[in-house]
Every structure is written in structure tokens, then in C-alpha cells.
């Protein structure tokens, strides 16, 4: 179960954070500004979180397995449709198709884990990991591609991925453990649905979404435009090398996102040793610190740029393996598909407005008020996170 979730969620983040990489030539090809491309991939974001309550539900009543693969299949299908798209009004349909089809996947392949393994910490951790391979070979595999390739080419290559993992998915040795979750019986699925709300609204559950949707606002904001933001910096120009030009930031953005594999796993092994809302306090603190640290050392230095980056994408993905953690301790274990729908219709569904927040700042006001306005909402999500804790002590 674990290798077969591994595989959903590199493909899943191989797909959302090569989207960065593509918005430096779309700005340039769609004749466009910040602010309206960031509304445009904001939406295509923002679907993830639409399918991700449907996917909770089908996940709890029917198993899991089915429903990431047709996430997968959904995701190759939008990526193809983004290579061949004319105009930015279709760039924006594919995104949606996209979007939707990623949603499915969270709510069923953290549900999968969550209700099946007993260390579920180290099993997020290597989950987080497996995401962050993907995070990394997407964003490194279209930046070398564009070298060579037009971006319509690398936008249609990226579909094989999909296929391939696929047919990973149906080798896997999973057996009679392909559905493991047990169909309930008899109870309308609107019904269940709002009996299982219920459960969950009792719980501390409705605090941990607000901290989630935060963080996914923090995320979204940050990582969407960080590309365009390296590019503006004045020691990061274009290189010509025998012939081909390359985007230095590219790749310092894909180091920051191989720093994230490592805060995967030390967010996933800290919930092992640490009672884990103090350690998503943490995780808000480092967050805050990020944001407040990265304008001024925007001019400082090539080197101590770079290393900014890397703590950024450090701390950014320490943090997702501990507010799943948080969620796995607060959720009755019949709501878990459930409860990451909600999860992920905040993080990533109301989330992606960091998109177009990100995109509206740069275009109307500057880097730093950016910055600023992220470092303010993970301190927002450090408080909640901090009431998480009194309310469950109380």
C-alpha cells in the first residue's frame, strides 16, 4: 500500500510544480500579466480542491485504489490538452481538467495509509518523500526538455509518466488488499456524509482545517511565481551555452524543491519523537521566519540566496507530514477519506488563492509586501495552531 501511494503522489507533484516552470513562457507566448496568469493557474489550483470531498466519500464507502488511478489518468489528460491549448482561455479549461483529476488523489491515498498502517508517522514521511521525488524530477525534467524542445512538446511528453505509473500501479503485489476499506451498508451517501461531518465537527478537527487552509495559502503563494521572482534578481540572467539558452532559476527552484525531500521525511520522523502540535507550532514558526528572512537576502549574494531557497523548500514540506499526522489523531478512523477531503478542499481548493494573491502583489505592489503578507498568515496559522493545543489539553 505504501509503494502504490508512493507512486500516485510523485506523479501528482511532478504535474502541479512543473506549472512554475511553464509560467515564465506563457507570460511571455499569452502576452499577459502577473495578475491575470496567476488568476488563470489559481483556478486550475484551486481545482484540486474540488473533487477532494467526492473523493473522501467514495474513498470510505468503496476503497481507495480505483480512485487514484482514475486521478492519475485524469492528470495525463489535462497535461496533454495544456500542450496542444491555442489560446489562454483553453490553457485555462485544461488547467481546470487537471485540477479536478489531481483532487481525487490526496483524500484516497492518505486515507489508504492512515487507516491501514500502524507507524502512519513514517509512513507519511516515506509518502512525503516519494512527493518530493516527483516535485523535483518534474520541475528539473521541463527545464532541461525546454533546452531542447518547444514547450508544447515537453508540455505532451509529460503525459508518458502517467502511463507508465499506471501500469506500475496494476504490477503491484496488492492482492485482496486493493480494497481495504469495508462498504458501509445500506446509509444514503448524503446521509453518511452529514452524519460524518458531524463527527468531525465535535472533534478538534475544524481548528486543524483553518490551520491547513493557511498553510496552503502560504504554499501556493510562495512557490507559484518563485521562478519569475529568482529571474528578476539581478545575478540570476540567462545563460547561452553552445547554442541554447538556460534559466538558471529553473534549476535553483529545483533545488529548493529537492530540499523539500528531506522535510518530508525529518516532518514525518519529528511527529515520531514530538507530541505533534508542537511540532506544526514549530513548523509556522520556521515558515514565518522564511518569509521574513528571503527580501533581504533577495540582493544579498548568489550563495546566500541559494541557500535561503533551500531552507524555504526545507520547512515548507517539513510541515505537511505533521498537520497529517495532527489530522490522523483527531479523526474518527470511519472519516479519515473524509477528513482529508476536507483537508485538501482548504489546502489546496481556497489554498490556491495564494496564487492569485501572489500574482496580484507582484504585478501592483513589490516582492517584499508579498513576503510580508505570507509571513503574517503563517504566524496566523502558528496561533491556531497554538489554540489546537490548549483546546486539546482542555
Same mark, same amino acid.
Given at each position: ?71 492519475? &489518468? =485524469? ?5 496533454? #490538452?495544456?500542450?496542444?491549448? /491555442?489560446?489562454?482561455? @483553453?490553457? $485555462? +479549461? ?42 523535483? &524530477? =518534474? ?5 532541461? #526538455?525546454?533546452?531542447?524542445? /518547444?514547450?508544447?512538446? @515537453?508540455? $505532451? +511528453? ?53 490551520a491547513v487552509l493557511l498553510y496552503g495559502l502560504y504554499y501556493r ?174
Open positions: 500500500m505504501v509503494k502504490f501511494t508512493m507512486v500516485g503522489h510523485a506523479l501528482f507533484h511532478a504535474y502541479e510544480l512543473s506549472i512554475p516552470v511553464f509560467i515564465i513562457i506563457w507570460l511571455d507566448i499569452f502576452t499577459t500579466t502577473e495578475a491575470f496568469l496567476g488568476l488563470i493557474v489559481g483556478v486550475g489550483y484551486a481545482a484540486i480542491g474540488i473533487g477532494a470531498v467526492p473523493s473522501g466519500i467514495l474513498s470510505d464507502k468503496y476503497g481507495s485504489n480505483r480512485v487514484v488511478i482514475v486521478a492519475l &489518468l =485524469g492528470m495525463g489528460f489535462g497535461f496533454g #490538452l495544456i500542450s496542444i491549448s /491555442p489560446n489562454i482561455v @483553453v490553457l $485555462a +479549461l485544461a488547467l481546470a481538467i487537471w485540477g479536478i483529476s489531481a483532487s481525487l488523489y490526496h483524500p484516497a491515498g492518505l486515507s489508504l495509509l492512515s487507516r491501514r498502517i500502524e507507524n502512519r508517522s513514517t509512513a507519511f514521511a516515506y509518502h512525503g518523500v516519494a512527493g518530493n521525488v516527483g516535485t523535483v &524530477l =518534474g520541475p528539473l525534467l521541463t527545464s532541461i #526538455l525546454l533546452i531542447f524542445l /518547444p514547450w508544447r512538446s @515537453v508540455a $505532451a +511528453l509529460s503525459v508518458i509518466p502517467t502511463l507508465v505509473g499506471i501500469s506500475i500501479a496494476f504490477k503491484l503485489p496488492l492482492g485482496e488488499k486493493k480494497a481495504v476499506e469495508k462498504k458501509k451498508n445500506g446509509t444514503a451517501v448524503y446521509r453518511e456524509l452529514y452524519e460524518d461531518t458531524q463527527i468531525l465537527v465535535v472533534s478538534g478537527f475544524p481548528i486543524i482545517i483553518a503563494g510562495t512557490l507559484t511565481f518563485l521562478p519569475q521572482i529568482l529571474l528578476d534578481a539581478p545575478m540570476f540572467n540567462q545563460i547561452t551555452l553552445f547554442g541554447y539558452t538556460l534559466n538558471p532559476t529553473q534549476y535553483i527552484y529545483t533545488a529548493l524543491l529537492t530540499a523539500g525531500v528531506g522535510g518530508q521525511y525529518a516532518g514525518g520522523r519529528l511527529t515520531d519523537v514530538v507530541k505533534a502540535e508542537y511540532a506544526l507550532i514549530l513548523a509556522f514558526v520556521l515558515l514565518v521566519i522564511c518569509a521574513l528572512a528571503f527580501v533581504p537576502i533577495l540582493t544579498t549574494g548568489f550563495i546566500s540566496l541559494i541557500i535561503m531557497c533551500i531552507l524555504i523548500g526545507f520547512v515548507i514540506y517539513l510541515t505537511a507530514p505533521i498537520y497529517q499526522t495532527v489530522i490522523a489523531e483527531h479523526a474518527a478512523n470511519g472519516t479519515h477519506g473524509l477528513s482529508y477531503g476536507y483537508t485538501y478542499l482548504g489546502m489546496f481548493g481556497i489554498g490556491a488563492l495564494g496564487a492569485p494573491l501572489a500574482g496580484t502583489a507582484l504585478s501592483y505592489m513589490s516582492t517584499r509586501v508579498l513576503f510580508l503578507a505570507l509571513a503574517g498568515i503563517a504566524g496566523l496559522a502558528g496561533m491556531v495552531s497554538i489554540y489546537l493545543l490548549v483546546w486539546k489539553q482542555d
